[in-house]
């Protein structure tokens, strides 16, 4: 069992930076941020594989986020610049028990509690 503890999130304006931090207790596999807006589904942000070496961008946060980590520390980031309102939601991290790249909710085992992410207009 992994446990994962989201930190980072905060009250920004449109234009701003956030880096989220994903502690695992343990070593982990493929690891993705989901966000979950009120009343939407949550959906996948960005994914990156045990070595670092392959990741996944939603379309909607490409050229703006950046996943990433550092297996020494059992950590991954999501650094999130050029924030707009439309980002507002809960942003949870995932890590598989498995390889492989996951790109839906159904592909990860292991779940944090969720970090809010606000950004005003």
């Known amino acids: 069992q992994v446990q994962l503890v989201e930190s980072g999130g905060g009250l920004v304006q449109a234009g701003d930076s956030l880096r989220l931090s994903c502690a695992a207790s343990?070593?982990?596999?493929?690891v993705g941020w989901f966000r979950q807006a009120p009343g939407k589904e949550r959906d996948v942000v960005a994914t990156?594989?045990?070595?670092?070496?392959?990741?996944y961008y939603a379309d909607s946060v490409k050229g703006r986020f950046t996943i990433s980590r550092d297996n020494a520390k059992n950590t991954v980031y999501l650094q999130m610049n050029n924030l707009r309102p439309e980002d507002t939601a809960v942003y949870y991290c995932?890590?598989?028990?498995?390889?492989?790249?996951?790109?839906?909710?159904?592909?990860?085992?292991?779940w944090g509690q969720g970090t809010q992410v606000t950004v005003s207009s």
């Open positions: 990156i594989n045990w070595s670092g070496g392959s990741t």
């Open positions: 995932a890590a598989r028990a498995s390889y492989g790249l996951g790109l839906h909710v159904r592909d990860y085992d292991y």
């Open positions: 343990g070593r982990t596999y493929a």
